[in-house]
């Protein structure tokens, strides 16, 4: 009888720990397909309704921040404040984001999502000399058959003589700032694990990640000299635009990363980054015309999807043998 209810224990735990581990990976995708949406958010902000870039992320923080305070005031230690690594984090933050914002000013949004493809590979090497974390099974076979399939998506027809990305000079800037980016993303998503594991809530994280940006974007604008009166003129189109990149892509972009990274490895989590491209680049095709054009694009972006299905599916596969696995 006791050898019963101790198989039957054992079978409830492992199904409870399947079951985790694919509700947090599901969190995971759903925080890289809010994210997925902030290249063709921000492009369409700047570039079609004209906002100011300093003044679009220092008023979309202000929003964030005053919701995250209020939904989070009672479970937050607002001691942990005065730690230095969580200061840290919040210089990363405005790097990352000063970064990723203006190249989406400059080049499009497809371009600065593909770069965004990097930070897997940056992150694995973190992950390995900061965090002594082992490379998740299957995650350099994920990793190539991501970028083939985003490079089909980019050049079309590979064996066409004439394909290229035909890049012009604003590319290359915002080509080189989408760089600086992946890395300072690939630090964030370091920090979120190892401060996580010593003790700082998520909540705590989002609103110092609110704040900074806040605090430093809207100063920066005033500094500078940026024109908030296009705030007066704009139609209710682009407030609706603004009002998705606040909630879809900063809110539950936001929650959902910091959830998920406390209960999965930066590795793991930064692996299922190529669907960001996908969410980017149907958002693009509707709302920036960068359509898809031969079929060559249709078979990469098939190739993105098929492969992060097949990765998850072997992660799960994995833990389940793990979870089987005799104990000596």
């Known amino acids: 009888m006791n050898t019963i209810t101790v198989s039957l224990r054992k079978f ?27 290249p063709v958010f921000t492009r369409y902000l700047q570039t079609i309704s004209r906002v100011p870039s300093l003044s679009l992320n220092g008023f979309a923080n202000v929003i964030v921040l005053l919701f995250f305070v209020i939904l989070f005031a009672r479970r937050i230690n607002w001691q942990v404040f005065r730690r230095r690594s969580l200061w840290l984090f919040a210089l990363i933050v405005v790097l990352r984001s000063t970064t990723n914002l203006f190249s989406t000013r400059y080049t499009l949004a497809m371009y600065v999502q593909i770069i965004t493809m990097t930070t897997p590979f940056i992150i694995a090497l973190l992950g390995v000399t900061l965090l002594r974390e082992r490379l998740v099974p299957y995650t350099g ?4 058959l991501s970028v ?12 066409h003589a004439g394909a290229d990305l035909a890049l012009k000079s604003s590319d290359w800037l915002g080509i080189g700032l989408a760089l600086a980016s992946a890395f300072f993303l690939a630090l964030y998503m370091v920090l979120i694990r190892r401060s996580v594991q010593r003790d700082i809530s998520p909540e705590s994280l989002l609103v110092m990640q609110a704040g900074a940006l806040a605090v430093t974007m809207t100063m920066t604008s005033a500094l500078v000299g940026e024109d908030w009166s296009r705030w007066q003129t704009l139609a209710w189109g682009d407030w609706a635009v603004f009002a998705a990149f606040v909630s879809v892509t900063i809110i539950a972009g936001s929650v959902f990363q910091m959830s998920s990274l406390k209960h999965l490895k930066a590795a793991f989590f930064s692996s299922l980054m190529p669907w960001r491209f996908v969410i980017t680049f149907l958002l693009a095709t509707v709302m920036l015309g960068e359509r898809i054009t031969s079929a060559w694009q249709a078979l990469g972006m098939f190739v993105v999807f098929a492969t992060i299905t097949w990765y998850v599916w072997k992660q799960n596969t994995q833990s389940k043998i793990n979870h089987d696995a005799p104990v000596e």
């Not at 076979?141 to 190539?144: C, D, F, G, K, P």
């Not at 083939?148 to 064996?159: C, Q, S």
């Open 141 to 144: 076979r994920a990793l190539m």
């Open 12 to 38: 409830i735990a492992r199904q409870n720990a399947l079951g985790t581990l694919s509700f947090w990976t599901f969190a995971a995708l759903a925080s890289h397909s809010a994210w997925g949406t902030y």
């Open 148 to 159: 083939i399939g985003t490079l089909l998506m980019v050049v079309g027809d590979p064996f």
